[in-house]
């Protein structure tokens, strides 16, 4: 199994951008999915999820201004991101969790992270 994200880069503050997660090896249909983002000194948070019944949800920093999307036809995880804040700054990871009926971080798999940076 392998996730490929993409789509990071440098973004002015209220900007827009979208990442990518291509999987290959499986298929996210039915399975929990998550993308996560690790600032330097913090720890890795999930900000947007996808769970196996097809609820989404996301933590308040960025609720209304993420969104969590899929195509099952190009086995693609989007995460459209909106208003950017230099706090968004970080390196975003997703992530496929076949255990759970919610992402997990210990366990699943993980792609190998994007680098977005928001300019102020």
């Known amino acids: 199994v392998q996730l490929q994200a993409s789509g990071g880069g440098l973004v002015q503050a209220g900007g827009s951008l979208r990442l990518s997660c291509v999987v290959s090896?499986?298929?996210?249909?039915?399975?929990?999915v998550g993308w996560y983002r690790q600032a330097p000194g913090k720890q890795r948070e999930l900000i947007a999820a996808?769970?196996?019944?097809?609820?989404?949800d996301y933590p308040n920093s960025v609720k209304g201004r993420f969104t969590i999307s899929s195509d099952n036809a190009k086995n693609t995880v989007y995460l459209q991101m909106n208003s950017l804040k230099p706090e968004d700054a970080a390196v975003y990871y997703c992530?496929?969790?076949?255990?759970?009926?919610?992402?997990?971080?210990?366990?699943?798999?993980w792609g190998q992270g994007t680098q977005v940076t928001v300019s102020s």
């Open positions: 992530q496929i969790d076949p255990n759970n009926y919610w992402p997990e971080p210990d366990f699943g798999f």
């Open positions: 090896g499986t298929t996210f249909s039915g399975k929990a």
């Open positions: 996808i769970g196996t019944m097809g609820r989404t």
